[in-house]
């Protein structure tokens, strides 16, 4: 029967069951009275009852109306919390969970500063980060373990949507004293590739991103460490003359925090354009939306 009952009669009816007056239905409803008697004729024919009747106080109910008056007053408040679902979200009140994607070299310039920020203004929003490297992310979002993820994409799935977030550089990282720094700080890549590298990846492959920049000039690098997280990094490199080619936010930080030196790398390579990364049904998802833009914002921040 709904394929052929106007869904919108009910809001009619609730109206005029709580204004019991077809004029002031009207200008709730923004409709003429016309409108509504025309509206209440349905209603009447669809259940074959008066529904309302005129007295000297308005429209009274019939005992069929007053039985269906709460029944269609939870269908108007269902109907109306399903549409306003978007607007009503409000992060400072919000109960929410969310998972995010992404390497692990994103952590601690991107989402440490995110994190400390929804402490405060979102403390309903639980945020569960998962390290993913490119395909595993968008195996991860396909089988929905994963909100968005953030990172460098070849290609992505016709039914993804996607947003730019940074770019990133390769910056050489090692400890302040090692012998790449003893002729002036500015090594030719020659000299860097001459030193065993230490590789984070998040898939526990012993190869990252600037191995496939690598491979296109013709060049390879000695392996002699690959780490899943950047947790032992600093010390690692600050007891030996590992060096490691990693991203400049994330080299940059450990450069402040941990008293390591960074040298640029001479090769020629366009920055890594980073982008966030989600199924096309969560675009016009208000929770979703206000997840990117926080992540986003961390990006332009960090």
Same mark, same amino acid.
Not at 13 to 42: C, K, P, W
Not at 138 to 144: G, K, N, P, Q, Y
Not at 210 to 216: A, G, H, K, V, W
């Given at each position: 029967?709904?394929?052929?009952?106007?869904?919108?009669?009910? %809001?009619?009816?609730?109206?005029?069951? !709580?204004?019991?007056?077809?004029?002031?239905?009207?200008?709730?409803?923004?409709?003429?009275?016309?409108?509504?008697?025309? #509206?209440?004729?349905?209603?009447?024919?669809?259940?074959?009852?008066?529904?309302? &009747?005129?007295?000297?106080?308005?429209?009274?109910?019939? /005992?069929?109306?007053?039985?269906?008056?709460p029944?269609?007053?939870?269908?108007?408040?269902?109907?109306?919390?399903c549409?306003?679902?978007?607007?009503?979200f409000?992060?400072?009140?919000?109960?929410?969970?969310?998972?995010v994607?992404?390497?692990? *070299?994103?952590?601690?310039?991107?989402?440490? /500063?995110?994190?400390?920020?929804?402490? #405060?203004?979102?403390?309903? &929003?639980?945020?569960?980060?998962?390290?993913?490297?490119?395909?595993?992310?968008?195996?991860?979002?396909?089988? !929905?373990? %994963?909100?968005? @993820?953030?990172?460098?994409?070849? +290609?992505?799935?016709? =039914?993804?949507?996607?947003?730019?977030?940074?770019?990133?550089?390769?910056?050489?990282?090692?400890? !302040?004293?090692?012998?790449?720094?003893a002729?002036?700080? *500015?090594?030719?890549? !020659?000299?860097?590739?001459?030193?065993? =590298?230490?590789?984070?990846?998040?898939?526990?492959?012993?190869?990252?991103?600037?191995?496939?920049?690598?491979? *296109?000039?013709?060049? +390879?690098?000695?392996i @002699?460490?690959?780490?899943? #997280?950047?947790?032992?990094? /600093?010390?690692?490199?600050?007891?030996?003359?590992?060096?490691? &080619?990693?991203? =400049?936010?994330?080299?940059?930080?450990?450069?402040?925090?941990?008293?390591?030196? +960074?040298?640029?790398?001479?090769?020629?390579?366009?920055?890594?354009?980073?982008?966030?990364?989600?199924?096309? *049904?969560?675009?016009?998802?208000? /929770?979703?939306?206000?997840?990117?833009?926080?992540?986003?914002?961390?990006?332009?921040?960090?």
């Amino acid at each position: 029967m709904l394929q052929t009952f106007d869904l919108n009669l009910f %809001v009619v009816l609730h109206t005029l069951l !709580e204004t019991r007056s077809v004029t002031r239905t009207g200008e709730r409803l923004g409709r003429t009275q016309s409108a509504i008697s025309n #509206s209440l004729r349905r209603l009447r024919d669809q259940f074959d009852d008066p529904l309302l &009747v005129r007295t000297p106080d308005g429209l009274s109910p019939t /005992p069929l109306a007053s039985e269906l008056a709460p029944q269609v007053a939870e269908i108007v408040r269902g109907a109306t919390a399903c549409v306003a679902r978007e607007q009503a979200f409000d992060p400072t009140t919000a109960k929410a969970q969310f998972v995010v994607g992404a390497p692990d *070299r994103f952590s601690l310039p991107v989402f440490l /500063p995110l994190l400390e920020h929804l402490r #405060s203004a979102a403390p309903g &929003v639980s945020i569960t980060l998962r390290a993913t490297d490119r395909g595993y992310a968008v195996r991860m979002i396909e089988e !929905e373990e %994963v909100d968005v @993820a953030i990172g460098w994409f070849d +290609t992505l799935p016709a =039914h993804f949507d996607k947003q730019f977030a940074f770019e990133d550089r390769f910056i050489c990282l090692g400890r !302040e004293d090692h012998p790449l720094l003893a002729e002036g700080g *500015r090594p030719q890549l !020659e000299e860097i590739l001459s030193y065993p =590298h230490l590789v984070v990846s998040s898939s526990g492959g012993r190869r990252a991103v600037f191995d496939t920049i690598l491979e *296109r000039h013709g060049l +390879t690098r000695t392996i @002699a460490a690959t780490l899943t #997280s950047f947790t032992i990094v /600093p010390e690692l490199l600050e007891q030996s003359n590992l060096v490691g &080619v990693f991203t =400049h936010r994330t080299a940059e930080y450990f450069a402040r925090r941990f008293g390591l030196a +960074t040298v640029p790398v001479p090769l020629e390579v366009t920055p890594i354009a980073n982008q966030l990364v989600w199924h096309r *049904r969560y675009s016009a998802d208000g /929770p979703h939306s206000w997840l990117r833009q926080e992540i986003l914002r961390a990006c332009a921040q960090s």
